[in-house]
């Protein structure tokens, strides 16, 4: 018997390997190549649906630029349609996605580079450390304050960098002062810190609250510190004896200083080289122009007249004023920074949650409960009833994947339609 192995069964056993390792490769390749192509294919879904979610939020975005553009500007309430509006800014759907709006009042909030350390102290949470920090990194010089931090701390950080020495840019800049945590700026993130009432420093703060300075008819508002007799007698009603009070004795930096009697002044007069030099009481006051003395009646405005006509007095020509607080739309804790009282603040928002317009003049706080005189007149300044930048949150959401697309902006809807202070897309 020959047990010699066969030359051709040898050849075709070889082929059968060969044939076999072919099938496994060519297995692995398609395999390969099928989970490449899926992955490619999702990879291609996520980004068209990335640029659907984005252009998704832009629209969320210019939806309530056009509601902003579009309401009264006699006042700004938590009642408006861009405030309360969920046909047109919650889940509104798109083609593939749908999204969210919230638009927020930034004049609602405290102004960080205007707001008084005395009304900073009252935010929850803040400390003497962190309320001297930011005082220094706000103020324009490098002197340190007693808890407070210069540029020479910021620069001995891991990573330094160079203290701001004036006004903040963005609110998030707050991030950088020494001692601001992510859980006190954006809120409880943790269970230690879940038990404090603070919502967040950025829902209390804000860089953006400029306003033009008209009144709620859109008419330039009066300058009493340039305005003739007949200008203040006829645009702000007074009487001739009120208009030549204010004339003698400006200039007037705030509206209570509208109410005190002045004992001298000097004024000069910008239309030629006569200068002004009276001496006053309650009923009469004494000029001095071009030599001629001639004898003034004239007394100041009564405090309930001043809040009568305060929006329609300014102090100078500027064309936008900065650092006022909408009354309609602060929630309590910049009430009680502004107050200094938490009553007061929440006599203040139980009063404005039974009118329908809200706060239409800022006498009507006589009305609140608990209101003084003293009280007003320490704030009434840093008041308004109407808004000009608010912030838009836009987010949406694919129905194929899920994911989302988020824009943050900040418009000034008083100029230029709505330009855009601030953009942020995540």
Sequence with gaps: MNNKPNPICKRRASALVIVLWLVVLMTLVVTVTARMTLLEGRVSQLAVERIRGRWAARAGVETARALLLIDERDTDTLVDLWATNEEDLVEVPLEGCRFTVTVTDESGKLDINRVSDTQLAYLPDMQAEILDSILDWRDADDEVRPAGAETGYYLMLPYGYICRNGSLGSIRELLRVRGV???LFYGP???ASAWSENEGWIH???????QPNVDAEGNPRV???QADRNELASTLSLSRDQAQWIIDNRQFQTLVS???EKNTSTNTNTGGQNAEATTRSTTASTSTRGGNQQQQTGRPLEWRTVLQKADQIAFDGQLFTQGRVNINTADVI???ALFGSRELAENIMAYRQGLDRGIQSLEELNRVQ???????KGVVDQLALRSSVFLIQSTAVSDATGQSYSIEAI????????RVLYWREQ
């Design 411 to 418: 418009l000034n809807r008083d100029d230029q339609d709505g």
């Design 223 to 225: 300058n009493v510190n």
């Design 370 to 376: 608990g209101m003084t005189e003293a009280a007003l």
């Design 258 to 260: 509208l109410t005190e």
């Design 189 to 191: 993130q943790s269970a």
């Design 181 to 183: 945590e992510p859980d």
């Design 334 to 336: 910049v009430l009680e």
């Design 204 to 210: 209390y703060l804000t860089c953006h609250s400029i």
